[in-house]
């Protein structure tokens, strides 16, 4: 079992709709990432948080550290929110931070 | 432009064969990073430098030698590449160890 899964692995929408995606994982983190990546294969950093919530536009990320478990919300979906979103925890290993990943929920949104 | 680049964006090359891909970062940043994307797109840290120090070597075979030779470039050098090695390759950088992370465009290998 991944230390980090993500949930649906695929999703579809239609434009306007509200968008979920979820991320657990199982180790202790100090931070945890939602990352995008677009089609043409860059990655683009769109959170980090630790605690609590945080919106950017149309995005917002949540994260309850007891019950391992963040949020990626959308509102009012379009078809350039079209990606891949993939969760990643920075947890400590030794004296050093890892950076572990989700395999990544692909996110397709029809006009 | 401040961003974090790469080169090559693309490589093909055969088997057994030695190639480097250049990674640049102009934004300031202490900490560098390679990750691994694979076939499936799952993306997994290879290294981790911090002010031109390795901090993280994650279980990559030792044919893979990166070299810092500032705290603004990274490089990965693959010596006798394998099949296996076909991914795509993102460098990174963040201002502090694994905060924000600020991706160059990728690096597609094929080995063949």
């Known amino acids: 079992k991944n230390e980090v899964e993500q949930s649906p692995q695929n999703l579809t929408a239609q434009e306007g709709e509200f968008i979920t995606i979820n991320c657990s994982y199982s180790v202790g983190i100090s931070a945890l990432h939602w990352l995008q990546q677009h089609p043409g294969g860059g990655i683009v950093s769109l959170f980090m948080l630790s605690s609590g919530k945080k919106k950017h536009g149309r995005l917002i990320a949540t994260i309850n550290i007891q019950e391992k478990h963040s949020s990626l919300h959308i509102t009012a979906s379009h078809p350039r929110d079209s990606a891949v979103y993939i969760c990643a925890v920075r947890s400590s290993g030794g004296s050093n931070y890892k950076l572990t990943f989700g395999k990544g929920t692909l996110l397709t949104v029809n006009p | 432009d401040t961003a974090v680049s790469q080169t090559p964006k693309y490589l093909v090359t055969q088997m057994g064969n030695d190639k480097s891909i250049k990674c640049e970062q102009n934004l300031g940043h202490d900490t560098m990073y390679w990750y691994k994307q694979d076939s499936k797109k799952f993306l997994k840290i290879m290294f981790s430098y911090n002010n031109k120090e390795l901090i993280i070597n994650e279980t990559v075979p030792n044919r893979f030698s990166p070299k810092s030779p500032d705290k603004a470039h990274l490089n990965l050098h693959i010596n006798s590449l394998e099949l296996g090695d076909s991914a795509v390759y993102f460098c990174?950088?963040?201002?502090?160890?694994?905060?924000?992370?600020?991706f160059g465009p990728g690096t597609r290998l094929t080995v063949l």
């Open positions: 990174a950088s963040s201002q502090v160890n694994f905060n924000e992370q600020f």
